[in-house]
């Protein structure tokens, strides 16, 4: 087998082995866990680290091998979850466990890194918005048209991530405060159509970041997402409209999620952000003038995977910001970022 070369264009023969990874997201109230096996795939060409983005294939293969999410109801309970799930993802014998959290995430909720890591005798590694959006894409990339314009839509706990993509190249992002589960706090069980209004109209309002931009088709991963064609009684397959959603919402009006859980046969907690995350959808394909969406189960998690497969050692880090970093130090101080190894070699390799 040709090993890989760290950081820049190469190929893979088909004897690489798979090697079992696993990364934790700490993604505000929800703790996310992906344990997946990992290989390169044979001959197609590894992303260059200037470029996050691959520009023709997916490089590496992945599939999962449990996955989980642990809703807390606490900042305080974010280190027993990530304890919790570190148990869980090395009973797996992982070759490597990533922890990872979004600055916005961080700063808003007044999450402890320094403390999260000695819960998992780990480090977290803090990542910007344009680091986030751009593990998006990558880990999302085999659901993605290389040819077309098209929105990459992630529906998270605390924010939406929106993603503006030409084929598999991120155009521009934005980063809104709206997410599933931090709405379904500000709603009744059921919804009342007054408290939709008013979430509709704060979904709008946070609509002034996105990227603008001609778009063909949309792209989703979200956690409950998937259940809106069974509210909605559509079948799995049938096509994600405007449609479904509204009728979803009818649903949702009208029947208390614990009901619906029973009829449905899943957890009631899978259900309790799927009101929001409809408004959210519904309202990003209204602004985009778009109908239907398609899903994806793949997103940053996946990205964080492949991204750290090919740069263990720089993966995380958002380039511009590195070089940024390194101006300013220079404008006050030339030649004092060449003292700094970090800086001077990812900014030296971009």
Known sequence: MIAPARGRLSYLSAEA????????????????????DRRPAHAIPLWDRSAPVPSEAHGYQLKAVESAVSCVRADTDVQRAVHDLTARALRHDPVELHLVAGLRHVTHSGIDPQQVARAARR??????????????????????????????????????????????????????????????????????????????????????????????HVVLTAHAAPLLLPVAGRKRGDPLDRTVMADALAKLRRTRTDRLARRLHVERESLAGLAAEALILDSLLAHYQLSACRLSARGISEGVLIAAAEDPDHWWVDLDAARLRRERLEAVTPGVASYLPEIHSIAAAA
Not at 17 to 36: F, K, M, N
Not at 138 to 157: H, M, N, R, T
Not at 171 to 199: F, Q
């Open 17 to 36: 082995q798979w090697t079992r990874a696993a990364v934790i997201q700490i993604d505000g109230p929800a703790v996310r866990l992906l344990v997946a």
């Open 123 to 216: 480090p977290v590694h803090l990542l910007t918005p344009r680091r986030e959006s751009e593990l998006f894409v990558l880990g999302a990339a085999a659901d993605l048209d290389p040819a077309v314009p098209q929105l990459l839509i992630g529906i998270g706990a605390e924010t939406t991530e929106v993603v503006l993509a030409d084929g598999r190249r991120r155009v521009g992002s934005a980063t809104l405060p709206v997410g599933g589960l931090a709405l379904a706090a500000r709603h009744s069980d059921p919804p009342h159509d007054g408290e939709l209004k008013l979430l509709r109209h704060r979904i709008g309002a946070s609509f002034r970041s996105l990227p603008t931009g001609r778009s063909e």
